[in-house]
Nanobody, 123 residues
């Protein structure tokens, strides 16, 4: 069982920056890939960025060069530094984690989601 709590969203003007944080807690053996997804009104949830347990990162094309995903393993915390924000970045941002957790007689990798944090970028 893993709980993910996001923070750091807010209302900013275009060109400004925000840093999102996501802290994982609960009972698990390890957290592997973590990521940020976002969902704008009327759209499906889409990938923003991911970071593997080994540190490999992946970004959606529209955020490359502007957003930076990172993680602090000791704190079980994921970050998303968002610079040069654009109105089209407006969405609810969700933290995602794939964690190895205990199951009866086994250990399984399970996907968890945070509650989301609103990012609104005005023009």
């Amino acid at each position: 069982q893993v709980q993910l709590v996001e923070s750091g969203g807010g209302l900013v003007q275009a060109g400004e920056s925000l840093r999102l944080s996501c802290t994982a807690s609960g009972v698990f053996f390890s957290i592997n890939t973590m990521g940020w997804y976002r969902q704008a009104p009327g759209k499906q949830r889409e990938l923003v960025a991911t970071i593997s347990g080994g540190g490999s990162v992946n970004y959606e094309d529209s955020v490359k060069g502007r957003f930076t995903i990172s993680r602090d393993g000791a704190k079980n915390t994921l970050y998303l530094q968002m610079n040069s924000l654009k109105p089209e970045d407006t969405a609810v941002y969700y933290c995602n984690a794939n964690a190895r957790v205990a199951r009866p007689f086994s250990i399984s990798e399970v996907m968890y989601w945070g509650q989301g944090t609103q990012v609104t970028v005005s023009s």
